[in-house]
């Protein structure tokens, strides 16, 4: 009878709110660790190797960093790709967020017909993946090839050094395809909006703030944590976009004679190193804006 | 008077006249909206158009966006192409379909729950679990598609439905936003539910789960569209024939008849990529609805 008042032998409140927690992400965490995390680990014990797939067994060959440098120093091409897909993606992220940050302003705003507008909006996510960007991007209807053939850009174009042509080339060419990756982070920005206390808004209006202030002070600082999560979901979509043409040199590697599986898991960690690299720097960007604002 | 001066904080000024119905200051939001809004369903037009075009006009340079001359040629050759096959395309079309469903419902229910752990739950490996997560969801899939097969083949579900469907459960993209999402339900809620003496499961299933149905939503939308459209798992992980699903047969039937016919190829392709699509509009359509109505009321601040 006593016993029962008691708390059970050893499990205090906190560690029964930890176990409880636990109980919630265990499914999860199994599931994550044999498809996801145990292949990880094993790709990257493969990238230091020669790996050879016979039909009964795979034969690994430890070659120490051979994967890696040849990638970096002697194929000729994947590190051109690299750098072409990594200014690229530089170019996209800012794009897809302001132009996201301004749409879901609209969107949230009072006007007729808003609901039309935002399933509009919402729309590209079922285009950017599946059949459709494939189809899409196999006829060269994704890109706007007109503007950038035009004689007057061309030769503008021609004047400028290689650094500044090529965002600028890709940025008349992709317009409406990076606009396209846009769905989700207009959503994520337009429920951050909605949860910023209206009465704000009306103490800022009373203080005689103008809108444009409202907009700088206090919209925009409250935006940040979305700005960060939408930063990373347009980094992972634009790279595991499957007519990137890195991810396509990686899985042709995998099937080459020469290359192999060793050799395409190197490249897909430098890949990677690169992703974290951006990833890293986008943060580091954003902390120093939101110390700034918030000051 | 506050609602006239909540109208007033966006980039445009109304003058706090703003009337509720339509007025001729709204007109500057739709210069702007309609023609982004038409860029946005320029691909649907473009797919439903090319589905329709005879192979001159989808050979054509550069591509034009509507179609000229309509034909249903396109779908008779795929149509001519499915009766020639050994299985019965509904046998590819019931695995589709099996397959889509329980890997959304159940990945919604996985993904949610971890999300609801990690977002306001204490525990020790809690920061570590997400910040492995969000590294982990940076990591390219076609490189593990290798160690996966030998995952696979040592669970024994090689050339099983379970193939289909355990490996994408755990996908790192859905808990990422679910987290987001739930961090946002204000902890007070939790609080009182916990002191009305709510179990953590009524909780999660009572009061999270309805407080981010946009996020679920989407999250529907996306796995719907990751399941349906996945052909590499009917590639790598299955042999038999009758367990592969409509995606994989489809992209069969297009890139094997590429190198046969190039020019029927095309037509076949576009026909079968409106047939691929229609599904995940349907769904985006049934589902748009939870994603925009509860956004606006949700009882987030």
């Known amino acids: 009878m006593t016993a029962r008042n008691q708390p059970r032998k050893g499990i205090s409140l906190r560690a029964r709110e930890a176990l409880h927690g636990y109980g919630f992400i265990m499914i999860w965490v199994i599931g994550f660790l044999l498809f996801t995390l145990i292949p990880l680990l094993e790709t990257l014990h493969y990238s230091f190797n020669q790996v050879v797939v016979s039909a009964t067994s795979i034969n690994l060959t430890f070659v120490d960093w051979a994967n890696y440098s040849r990638a970096l120093f002697t194929d000729p091409s994947f590190i051109e790709l690299l750098i072409g897909y990594t200014i690229e993606t530089m170019v996209a992220v800012p794009i897809v967020l302001i132009f996201a940050m301004i749409i879901a302003l609209f969107l949230n705003l009072k006007f007729k017909l808003k609901g039309f507008f935002r399933v509009i909006f919402f729309l590209p996510i079922v285009i950017t993946s599946g059949p459709v960007i494939r189809e899409l991007t196999a006829q060269g209807a994704a890109s706007a090839p007109g503007i950038a053939n035009l004689p007057a850009v061309a030769d503008f174009l021609a004047e400028l050094p290689r650094a500044v042509r090529s965002p600028i080339e890709y940025l008349l060419t992709s317009f409406i395809l990076i606009l396209w990756f846009s769905g989700v982070q207009i959503l994520i920005y337009l429920a951050s909006l909605q949860k910023i206390d209206k009465s704000i808004y009306e103490a800022a209006a009373i203080d005689g703030a103008s809108s444009w202030e409202i907009f700088w002070k206090i919209i925009l600082p409250s935006l940040s944590t979305a700005t960060m999560i939408n930063a990373i979901y347009t980094i992972v979509t634009l790279s595991h976009f499957s007519e990137n043409k890195v991810i396509q040199y990686i899985y042709n590697q995998t099937y080459n004679m020469q290359g192999g599986i060793g050799y395409a898991s190197a490249l897909a960690f430098i890949y990677f190193a690169v992703m974290i690299a951006m990833m890293g720097i986008i943060y580091l960007l954003l902390m120093q804006w939101t110390k700034r604002k918030s000051r | 008077m506050i ?275 229609l599904p995940n509009l349907i769904i985006f359509i049934f589902l748009q609805r939870h994603v925009m109505s509860t956004m606006s009321h949700s009882g987030m601040k």
């Open chain 2, 3 to 277: 609602k006239n001066r909540l109208r007033s904080y966006t980039g445009v000024r109304n003058r706090g006249i703003n009337p509720s119905g339509f007025h001729v200051s709204q007109i500057k939001f739709y210069f702007i909206l309609v023609p982004l809004s038409i860029v946005m369903l320029l691909p649907i037009i473009y797919i439903f158009s090319s589905a329709f075009k005879p192979p001159d006009e989808l050979f054509a340079y550069p591509p034009r966006l509507l179609v000229i001359n309509p034909t249903l040629k396109n779908f008779n050759d795929l149509l001519s192409r499915l009766s020639t096959s050994g299985i019965p395309v509904s046998r590819y079309l019931f695995n589709s379909i099996l397959i889509t469903v329980i890997t959304v419902a159940a990945s919604i229910l996985i993904s949610s729950a971890a999300a609801y752990a990690l977002s306001k739950k204490r525990f020790k490996l809690k920061n570590t679990l997400f910040a492995i997560n969000t590294v982990a969801l940076m990591f390219v899939p076609i490189a593990v598609t290798i160690p996966r097969f030998l995952v696979i083949e040592k669970l024994g579900i090689f050339n099983t439905y379970w193939v289909h469907i355990l490996p994408v459960l755990a996908l790192p993209v859905g808990l990422f936003l679910l987290k987001q999402f739930i961090d946002g339900v204000p902890d007070e809620v939790i609080e009182a539910a916990q002191i009305d003496g709510a179990s953590d499961l009524v909780i999660y299933w009572r009061i999270i789960l309805p407080m981010i149905r946009p996020a679920i939503a989407t999250i529907a939308i996306l796995t719907f569209q990751a399941a349906w459209n996945n052909a590499e798992i009917s590639t790598f992980y299955i042999n038999n024939e009758s367990l592969r699903t409509l995606a994989f047969y489809l992209s069969t039937l297009t890139s094997a008849s590429t190198t046969a016919n190039t020019v029927a190829g095309q037509g076949i392709a576009a026909a079968a990529a409106l047939i691929m699509f």
